[in-house]
């Protein structure tokens, strides 16, 4: 078997708490289907037939018992739980699985979409024999408003910096700016072995990785590292270029320290494989090098090895934001064909529905309703002469006569008194808001779920 | 005469069988027929069934002889009949006709020569006047020399019925067909182009499970061109082959030595979609599979595994690294002080012998002579000038300015053709030829596992087209080239090798010795009786 793919669905959601404090994040519906379909079907599409799924315990009742999160995807998936509170991050979650991971991984995130084409990342990690392959794509502006925001939208996300070497595809340099003090500081011993390297800003990391077996293994000596983007990509990144990795007499002295808990010995002995003088031998025939103005050899003899493949068009977002989430939802229904209003809804005839809409399953569109642009959810009721333009409204809605909803996001079960209009808000779980009302930019939740300080 | 009878009685006997038939199912029941009777004269006994055939004209069919001379000209012309595609065999089995009741355990090679003859009475009889006469063989063919060699695929590219084959064979060991690209020119419209940014992994599903992973990654390292030259291309060939066999478990009721080798044929194919097989690649191919066809079927799977890994690591230890070795010692001593070397582009055994030649030190200096699009000399430069050779660099159109301080010419060669030809990186008969007139002796440096046993006159026949948009440079932010294919009247041809006449050519070293080109027929027939 080449590849494993595990799908990690236990993220809390911790900058969509509005959203995910009733639904778990990997079961937002988005364009009517759970946010984890996307990353499944990605998956399913590209050919494999099993996924290890780390997710929390709660998801994992939902999705066995609620019907509403249906995931029809053909393949095996085995749910491994964490606990909620235990605070792992992601690279936790790769050491609690060590035992069942047996060949190299792919990681995928479960707040992913994207039409990426997926064998080039894999064809990266497989060709050059990479320890790391990962996917990137340029950020694109979100165009819709989101609701509840007050005042201009603040970049308040901190940048990545992202060094490329020439080629664009081997990765050279990684840091946050939370990371940095000053300025960037680049080593010289990555100038003198790539001089050209550009730095990019403003890609959004796809949180796609495919990761050799030797990896987990070094992840599971080092308790340390407890976030995979956080901590191990930066990490590798770095080694690359560090000596230890590169003295070909450490090889010797490596095979006597075996029993040493050294961290860098550790990942040295295990990225070298069986066979070693062949492959060395075939790199010695071989007239292929990665660079050329230097006196080195391909790779500058280095044995770790990190590549990234950045997507220049095409969709891929990651859903945890607000801002994602609305915009995902447009785009939702560009990545699957199927129609637009579900067979099961009962609709009306002399209600207006866009092009771009999606109805779902089970509803109940009354008359003289206009929808536009929005995605209306399973089994939401919507009486008559409503008016819904740019909205998200998901699961069990009630919306009484009368009202105008716009640009908003409704979340489940909620009821929308006659008459009231809501313009870009967000209603929370369950919440009734009462006739008559007229709400702007407003994030109205129950008091229980206002967040601690 | 007699077989004329015997078909035109088949075909007068159709309207009985059912005018409802279609086509498809008059030949299967035809081809069940003449099946049917081969069986009967095998055994030499009354079939159960067969009462409907007059049995006696083909019994007194004349011996088999004609076969080989006639398979020699109906092969050439059509080639496309003669290898049997197994999904014409399959209806045959799957047929509700009755099949003779004690059907013998035949072997393979005689079911595949019955076949073959079955379709070739088949053409015959669709050639109408046609003189075929003993077609039907009762002896299966591997009794019968093989003198003939049919084309093969990837030189009739041109030839739809050909490409179809192929595309059925590919379906049926599960690999994506990979398709041309860009306009070829027409001289060399019988060979395949492929674009490198279409790899055939696009069309493969990611974890592979079709194909061996580590066959994928050398696939895949194969056409972006990270493994590159024939020394380098086999080695690692037979280290994924080492990861195949490793990994490889028996099935039940299954022997190794058959299984594996049906094992590798997808794999193979695979390897050759995503770049042409060398012929050192071939070799080693033949290698390996008579290697895995001789293990004794009562060996046990991991001895024998252990065995056919140990094989490999000596082939590659005896053809490849200590060849490389001798080939040196030879070559050091035509190389005296004061040399001014030639070399052309990268080849990994004339490296070789400049920096052993160096460290025995031998005075001499280098000139690397290279060419568009790959510019391989820049790796052999750099690699020379590590050493602390002193070297030239200049690029092929420079050739015949260097040529009067050059004193010998070292080539490396990618096969050597059975007439004496010498097939080598596009540019080699260039400067064979400019050295020639100068006077400059030329010396190529082949290892023997490169040896072939086809013959080429001429750089058309049999090549190799790579990715036609490598021609295309950008200079100062300006690519000329970059819309060539909207051009109609313009093709771009990025040819890879090409043919050494042996008169251009005055000395081969190999591991053998140092030979005259036109002995290496000598060598391989020694090899063969080695073999």
Redesign the interface.
């Known amino acids: ?5 595990v799908l990690m669905a236990a993220g809390g959601g911790s900058r969509m708490m509005d959203l995910t404090y009733n639904t778990p994040k990997p079961l937002l519906p988005v364009g009517n289907k759970p946010l984890i379909w996307y990353p499944l079907n990605l998956l399913e599409r ?4 099993e996924v290890i799924v780390i997710t929390t315990k709660e998801v994992q009742k939902m999705i066995s018992t609620d019907p509403k999160v249906k995931l029809d995807v053909k393949m095996k998936l085995d749910l491994v739980c964490i606990q909620e509170d235990a605070d792992m991050g992601t690279a936790d979650a790769l050491r609690h699985i060590q035992q069942k991971v047996k060949t190299d991984v ?1 990681v995928v995130s479960c707040d992913l979409i994207t039409d990426a ?3 080039e990342v ?2 990266l990690f ?4 990479a320890t790391l392959s990962m996917l990137m794509s340029k950020a694109h502006e979100f165009t819709e408003t989101v609701p509840g925001q007050k005042g201009k939208k603040k970049t308040g996300e901190q940048r990545d910096f992202v060094g490329v070497d020439g080629t664009g595809k081997r990765l050279l340099f990684m840091a946050n700016e939370a990371d940095l003090d000053e300025g960037v500081v680049i080593r010289k011993s990555i100038m003198r072995k790539h001089p050209r390297m550009h730095i990019k800003t403003g890609l959004v990391d796809a949180h796609l990785y495919c990761l050799k077996k030797s990896v987990v293994d070094f992840l599971a000596d080092n308790k340390s590292i407890s976030s995979i983007r956080g901590e191990l990509v930066p990490y590798l990144v770095r080694k690359q270029f560090s000596k230890s990795t590169n003295s070909p007499k450490v090889i010797d002295e490596t095979h006597q320290n075996l029993k040493k808990n050294d961290s860098n010995v550790n990942l040295e002995i295990q990225i070298s494989s069986r ?1 070693e003088e ?2 060395h ?9 990665d660079h ?1 103005g230097d ?1 080195s050899d391909a790779y500058h003899g280095g044995r770790l090895r990190c590549y990234v493949h950045i997507m220049d068009e095409g969709i891929c977002y990651r859903v945890n934001t607000l801002a994602a989430y609305i915009e995902a939802n447009r785009l939702a229904p560009k990545l699957f064909d199927e129609p637009a209003v579900h067979p099961s809804a009962v609709v009306s005839e002399r209600c207006l529905i866009g092009a771009d809409s999606i109805i779902g399953a089970s509803c109940q569109i009354s008359d003289k309703t206009s929808i536009k642009r929005s995605t209306i959810g399973v089994s939401t009721t919507v009486r008559e002469k409503v008016k819904v333009t740019n909205s998200i409204i998901m699961h069990g809605v009630t919306i009484e006569e009368g009202c105008n909803i716009q640009g908003s996001v409704i979340c489940s079960n909620a009821v929308i008194g006659r008459g009231a209009d809501i313009k870009y808000c967000l209603v929370g779980s369950a919440q009734r808001i009462e006739p008559d009302a007229e709400r702007t930019n407003e994030v109205i939740v129950g008091t229980d779920q206002l967040m601690e300080i | 005469m007699y077989h004329r009878y015997v078909v035109v009685a088949l075909s007068r006997r159709k309207p009985n069988e059912g005018k409802e038939l279609t086509k498809e199912e008059k030949q299967r029941l035809r081809k069940q027929k003449k099946h049917q009777k081969k069986q009967k004269e095998r055994k030499n006994e009354k079939g159960p069934s067969e009462t409907e055939k007059d049995k006696t004209p083909v019994s007194l069919l004349p011996p088999p002889q004609p076969v080989a001379t006639q398979k020699a000209p109906s092969a050439l012309p059509a080639p496309a009949s003669a290898p049997i595609p197994v999904p014409a065999s399959a209806p045959f089995h799957s047929s509700p006709a009755p099949s003779p009741a004690d059907k013998p355990a035949k072997s393979k090679a005689e079911l595949k020569a019955e076949r073959r003859a079955r379709q070739e009475t088949d053409r015959a009889a669709k050639q109408p006047g046609s003189s075929s006469s003993g077609i039907k063989t009762k002896v299966p063919l591997s009794e019968l020399n093989p003198v003939v060699k049919r084309l093969p695929e990837h030189v009739q590219v041109d030839d739809p019925a050909v490409v179809k084959r192929l595309a059925k064979k590919l379906e049926r060991q599960q690999i994506p067909l990979r398709s041309d690209y860009g306009y070829k020119v027409s001289l060399f419209s019988h060979l395949h182009q492929y674009s490198r940014k279409a ?1 055939l ?2 069309l ?6 079709v194909i061996h ?1 580590s066959i ?2 050398l696939g ?2 194969y056409s ?6 024939s ?2 291309r086999s ?2 060939l ?2 994924a082959f ?2 195949v066999i490793r990994d490889y478990t028996t099935p039940p009721n299954e022997e190794l030595s058959r299984d594996l080798v049906n094992k590798l044929k997808p794999y193979i194919s695979f390897l050759n979609q995503c770049r042409p097989l060398s012929a050192s690649m071939g070799n080693a191919i033949k290698y390996i599979k008579k290697e895995i066809s001789n293990i004794p079927s009562q060996c046990k799977e991991e001895e024998a595994k252990t065995k056919l890994l140990t094989c490999i690591d000596r082939y ?1 230890e005896e053809k ?2 200590l060849a490389a070795k001798a080939i040196s010692k030879y070559a050091i001593e035509k190389i005296s002080d004061g040399d001014v070397i030639l070399v052309y582009g ?1 080849s ?1 055994l004339v490296n070789n012998i400049l920096c052993e030649a160096f460290e025995k030190s031998r005075k001499f200096r280098v000139i690397v002579v290279d060419s568009r699009p790959r510019l ?1 000399g ?3 430069l ?1 690699r020379l ?2 050493r602390g050779i002193s070297c030239t660099y200049v690029l092929i159109s420079a050739l015949s300015y260097i040529l009067p301080e050059v004193s010998k010419v070292f080539l490396g060669a990618h096969a050597l053709l059975a007439n004496g030809y010498v097939m080598s990186r596009v540019g080699t008969s260039q400067i064979a030829l400019v050295a020639r007139t100068y006077n400059v002796p030329v010396l190529v440096c082949c290892e023997t596992y490169k040896f072939c046993e086809r013959v080429q006159t001429d750089s058309f026949v049999s090549n190799e087209l790579d990715d036609p948009d490598d021609l295309m440079v950008t200079r100062k932010g300006k690519t000329q080239l970059e819309n060539w294919q909207d051009v109609s009247s313009l093709g771009l041809l990025n040819l890879v090798y090409d043919v050494t006449p042996p008169d251009f050519v005055d000395l081969v070293i190999t591991d053998l010795g140092m030979i005259p080109c036109t002995s290496v027929p000598v060598v391989l027939r020694v090899k063969n009786l080695d073999q």
């Open positions: 078997m080449e590849l494993q793919a590209v050919g494999f037939e792919l084409a997926l064998h894999v064809d497989r060709a050059h024999n066979d062949l492959l031998l075939t790199q010695e025939r071989s007239c292929w090098n050329r006196m | 790899p992994t696009q493969l599903s990611i974890p592979s499970t992973p994928v990654r895949l390292q972006q061109g990270i493994v590159a030259g020394n380098a080695v690692a037979l280290h080492k990861q590659i490849i690294v990268y990994s391989e820049r790796e052999a750099r000038v590590q």
